[in-house]
């Protein structure tokens, strides 16, 4: 049973049946939003479905239980992208509920694990609420992993910024016709922090011009290190969740 790995949308009613009740549904959430004037607008999309695929097949040997895949849902909370064009958003109340309809379908179906796989920053909060509702209300063990996190970042850019050298370099690692020229920046507008608290500001977003550091810099044999990277730490984790829940 562990070594299945199956895809939910290329897989009938019958083997689902069959797989779900002892099975891991994994569950990419991605966004579909403006990433600077040179990456397509599905990168968080892309990159939350490739770890999740990638990381899957990866542990499908290891898990002991079956690795189900879910379709990416390619929409995200991103209203605060909307003034720069090229954004489809929902809002943090719609997303929650989208992800509590397909935990309580999963449950309904006798599914009783999940990861939801998070690839956009301004999905973190909904996620981490959707996976504690999904646990009371439909008696399932969610587990949220947002992908970035397990990126190693000694030596790297920033982790994952936005549209900056670390996205670009995994564009081009996934689909490298997809990203645009890259005008090299003068100089790179300084995004204020305080180490331990999320800031959120409409101002920041302006004053970056909607994307973060360099990302001239990147290059695809930095962003197959960095795919192979997180894709194998994923794999880590789904072996780890399949064992304990």
């Known amino acids: ?5 199956l895809r939910w949308s290329e897989t009938d009613r019958d083997q689902l049946r069959r797989h779900l009740a002892e099975a891991v ?3 990419p959430v991605g966004a579909t939003e403006q990433h600077g004037p040179h990456l397509p607008t599905s990168t968080d999309a892309l990159i939350a479905g490739a770890v999740a ?3 899957a097949t990866a542990a499908a ?3 002991v239980r079956p690795l189900i895949v879910a379709p990416t849902i390619a929409w995200g909370a991103s209203d605060h992208h909307l003034p720069y064009g090229g954004t489809l958003s929902l809002s943090p109340e719609t997303l929650l509920a989208v992800i509590c309809d397909l935990l309580r379908s999963i449950a309904a179906q006798g599914g009783r694990r999940v990861v939801l796989l998070n690839g956009h920053g301004g999905n973190i909060g909904v996620c981490h609420a959707a996976a504690a509702a999904g646990s009371t209300r439909f008696d399932l063990a969610v587990a949220h992993l947002d992908y970035w996190r397990l990126a190693g970042t000694e030596g790297e850019p920033p982790v994952p910024g936005h549209a900056g050298e670390f996205e670009t370099s ?3 690692a996934l689909r490298p016709e997809l990203v645009g020229r890259r005008e090299p920046r003068a100089e790179v507008p300084e995004v204020p922090s305080v180490p331990g608290v999320d800031l959120h500001s409409a101002a920041v977003w302006r004053r970056i011009d909607g994307f973060t550091d360099r990302p001239e810099l ?3 044999a930095d962003g197959e290190r960095r795919l192979k990277d997180v894709v194998g730490r994923a794999a880590d984790r789904l072996v780890e969740l399949a064992s304990m829940l």
């Open 170 to 172: 995994m564009v081009m």
């Open 1 to 5: 049973m562990g070594s299945v790995t």
């Open 61 to 63: 040997g290891r898990s």
């Open 53 to 55: 695929g990638g990381a």
């Open 218 to 220: 990147a290059g695809s």
């Open 25 to 27: 549904v994994i569950i």
